[in-house]
């Protein structure tokens, strides 16, 4: 059998590169190999973390999977057939749901399948999208686009404990359409702060800071917050906003090292006024490889999220991209191969 490689130490090098390179595969279905896993990080090779994901989606597609273990610096994926599919699953850990939403999603809706899901785990947690940017940004991004998903946030699961829970169903898109975002010219955003075991005191002095700054640049804000109770205490942060040119988000956590969230989250947003923000910017992608038409959106900057997702979209689905620099940031471009 004929494997696509990768080299999983490209870019990021870290989980995006193994995570972007079996959503595709399951798509396309086309085999791959992913060498030299996280190849450059203190711990390399796969992580508890990491495996999850890759085993849900191994489920849906009745995939073949070597090498699926921890530690694991190389692993094979061999898709077959997805098939509609309902779900229970616990992490175990306070491990990211969102970041497994990021595989599972494209995956089932672009194979024109369905998917209802209940999975226990970290909702809001370090290095990863909270459960509300993917609730709200994600799939307001994904809808433009034809990929369609309801998600209910439970409960919250901070770290360390996590125990969290999501219940999702994807619906499978009818067709994939380009997307092109530009610049924001809205001046209406909304915040979100949900928290546990913090005092309601100092949730609102960070709600405060927040929405101080943002009517300082001339933003009419809505605030919702919720205290919902969670094993451990946490607080989630975000501030977002759409019209026909741009979607933005900009989350964070409030934690002993992170003691401004107010202040961090706002200064982020209100720096984001071109087409999406840094972390939308790698999650369109996948989606954008797969069709005919050009997609085109404008962002700050590119990270290394945004390059490694262009070099396995590109490997994997051989669409073409290109970046162009701006006075204000970055204009991304890709043209990719219909799956639909």
Same mark, same amino acid.
């Given at each position: 059998?004929?494997?696509?490689?990768?080299? #999983?130490?490209? #870019?990021?090098?870290?989980?995006?590169?193994?995570?972007?390179?079996?959503?595709?595969?399951?798509?396309?279905?086309?085999?791959?190999?992913?060498?030299?896993?996280? @190849?450059?990080?203190?711990?390399?090779?796969? !992580?508890?973390?990491?495996?999850?994901?890759?085993?849900?989606? %191994?489920?849906?597609?009745?995939?073949?999977?070597?090498?699926?273990?921890?530690?694991?610096?190389?692993?094979?994926?061999?898709?077959? &057939?997805?098939?509609? %599919? +309902?779900?229970?699953?616990?992490?175990?850990?306070?491990?990211?749901?969102?970041?497994?939403?990021?595989?599972?999603?494209?995956?089932? %809706?672009?194979?024109?399948?369905?998917?209802?899901?209940?999975?226990?785990?970290?909702?809001?947690?370090?290095?990863?999208?909270?459960?509300?940017?993917?609730?709200?940004?994600?799939?307001?991004?994904?809808?433009?686009?034809?990929?369609?998903?309801?998600?209910?946030?439970?409960?919250?699961?901070?770290?360390?404990?996590?125990?969290?829970?999501?219940?999702? &169903?994807?619906?499978?898109?009818?067709?994939?359409?380009?997307?092109?975002?530009?610049? !924001?010219?809205?001046?209406?955003? @909304?915040?979100?702060?949900?928290?546990?075991?913090?005092?309601?005191?100092?949730?609102?002095?960070?709600?405060? @800071?927040?929405?101080?700054?943002?009517?300082?640049?001339?933003?009419?804000?809505?605030?919702?917050?919720?205290?919902?109770?969670?094993?451990?205490?946490?607080?989630?942060?975000?501030?977002?906003?759409?019209?026909?040119? +741009?979607?933005?988000?900009?989350?964070?956590?409030?934690?002993?090292?992170?003691?401004?969230?107010?202040?961090?989250?706002?200064?982020?947003?209100?720096?984001?006024?071109?087409?999406?923000?840094?972390?939308?910017?790698?999650?369109?992608?996948?989606?954008?490889?797969?069709?005919?038409?050009?997609?085109?959106?404008?962002?700050?900057?590119?990270?290394?999220?945004?390059?490694?997702?262009?070099?396995?979209?590109?490997?994997?689905?051989?669409?073409?991209?290109?970046?162009?620099?701006?006075?204000?940031?970055?204009?991304? !471009?890709?043209? #990719?191969?219909?799956?639909?």
């Amino acid at each position: 059998m004929d494997f696509l490689k990768i080299d #999983g130490s490209y #870019g990021e090098g870290g989980g995006q590169i193994v995570r972007s390179a079996v959503t595709l595969s399951c798509i396309t279905n086309k085999p791959v190999q992913i060498e030299n896993i996280r @190849k450059n990080r203190k711990v390399p090779g796969l !992580r508890p973390q990491h495996l999850i994901g890759i085993k849900l989606l %191994s489920k849906i597609c009745n995939a073949n999977v070597e090498g699926l273990e921890i530690g694991s610096s190389t692993i094979k994926f061999i898709p077959n &057939e997805v098939e509609n %599919s +309902s779900l229970k699953e616990n992490i175990g850990t306070a491990g990211s749901i969102s970041l497994i939403l990021q595989v599972l999603i494209p995956a089932i %809706s672009i194979s024109k399948k369905s998917l209802k899901l209940s999975i226990i785990g970290g909702t809001d947690v370090p290095w990863s999208p909270t459960s509300n940017y993917t609730k709200h940004v994600l799939a307001e991004a994904y809808s433009r686009m034809g990929i369609k998903f309801n998600m209910k946030i439970i409960k919250r699961g901070y770290y360390p404990k996590g125990g969290g829970k999501i219940e999702l &169903e994807v619906f499978p898109s009818k067709k994939i359409i380009p997307i092109n975002l530009s610049h !924001r010219k809205t001046k209406l955003a @909304k915040l979100l702060c949900s928290y546990s075991k913090f005092s309601v005191n100092k949730i609102n002095v960070q709600v405060k @800071k927040a929405r101080e700054l943002l009517e300082k640049e001339g933003y009419t804000i809505t605030s919702e917050i919720t205290n919902e109770p969670a094993l451990n205490e946490g607080c989630s942060m975000l501030v977002y906003s759409f019209d026909p040119n +741009s979607i933005v988000g900009c989350d964070g956590l409030l934690t002993n090292k992170m003691n401004d969230l107010g202040k961090s989250v706002s200064n982020d947003f209100a720096s984001c006024n071109l087409g999406v923000d840094n972390h939308l910017s790698d999650m369109l992608v996948i989606p954008s490889s797969l069709i005919n038409e050009m997609s085109v959106y404008r962002v700050k900057k590119i990270t290394k999220h945004l390059e490694t997702n262009l070099y396995v979209t590109s490997k994997i689905t051989e669409c073409k991209y290109g970046i162009g620099k701006l006075d204000d940031g970055f204009e991304v !471009r890709i043209t #990719g191969k219909s799956k639909t």
